[in-house]
């Protein structure tokens, strides 16, 4: 079941929505859980990451969406974010705050439809998870979560955007369980999410945050190669 809010002060809008989704959901065997706030101090306050998706109006009471919105990425920066306005515009800054996409009032089924897809394609792809191997037992990682992997002798460290979190294993049974899942490996040492990565500058690799990372000479041929067919060429600095 995905947990999906709906930011609307416009009452007529935010049923729209809400049927369409339960539309959708009827359609496609999908099962949503939703919750209709009137404007965004209400969505915002007391907030628990809960949500797996946000329908977020610009145009609200008290603080607009991108603003509301950026006060959500300062807690939440996971949770699907779709636009919903009355220009296409305002939507066009959704980047700045990572908006996944954006709808143009009056909302037609069709994009509609369209849109949620590739949201509820994205919702399941966040879900995928490693079981860490402890000693008290195991501890389930959601992948968007690791920002890579080390290996420090027999022990696998997890860097993930909270901590980190020790388990066993080996990299190379790890990097074998992780394959074509958008991990890479850097070096002997560390395998890399490549949804963390910012920057390439020679040897080095940045992490979002500003940590850096060496990619050895041996690998860096057969790294960038890998990080072009997973990112994209144009992603690559």
């Known amino acids: 079941m995905l947990k999906i809010a709906i930011v609307e002060d416009n009452n ?8 369409f989704l339960e539309q959708y959901a009827s359609d496609n065997g999908e099962n949503f859980d939703i919750t209709i706030f009137g404007d965004a101090l209400a969505f915002l306050d007391g907030y628990k990451r809960i949500y797996d998706m946000v329908f977020m109006d610009i145009e609200l009471p008290f603080i607009d969406g991108m603003e509301a919105a950026k006060r ?3 807690v939440d920066q996971q949770v699907i974010l779709i636009f919903v306005t009355n220009m296409a515009s305002f939507a066009v800054k959704g980047y700045e705050v990572n908006a996944l996409d954006y709808l143009v009032k009056p909302v037609h089924y069709g994009d509609f439809e369209l849109k949620l897809r590739r949201a509820v394609a994205r919702s399941e792809e ?7 191997v402890r000693q008290s037992g195991f501890l389930r990682l959601r992948l968007q979560e690791i920002r890579y992997i080390e290996v420090r002798g027999h022990t696998l460290i997890f860097h993930t955007e909270t901590g980190l979190v020790n388990g066993s294993g ?12 958008g991990f890479l490996r850097c070096n002997k040492c560390y395998l890399v999410n490549q949804k963390h990565i910012a920057a390439v500058q020679g040897y080095t690799l940045v992490m979002v945050g ?8 041996p690998r860096k041929k057969t790294f960038m190669s890998e990080l072009a067919e997973t990112m994209g060429n144009e992603n690559v600095l």
């Open 210 to 217: 500003g940590e850096e990372l060496q990619i050895s000479r």
């Open 126 to 132: 966040a879900q995928e998870a490693i079981l860490v």
């Open 72 to 74: 959500l990425r300062a």
């Open 170 to 181: 080996t990299l190379l049974e790890t990097e074998e369980k992780l394959k074509n899942k």
């Open 12 to 19: 007529a809008s935010a049923e729209k929505l809400r049927g």
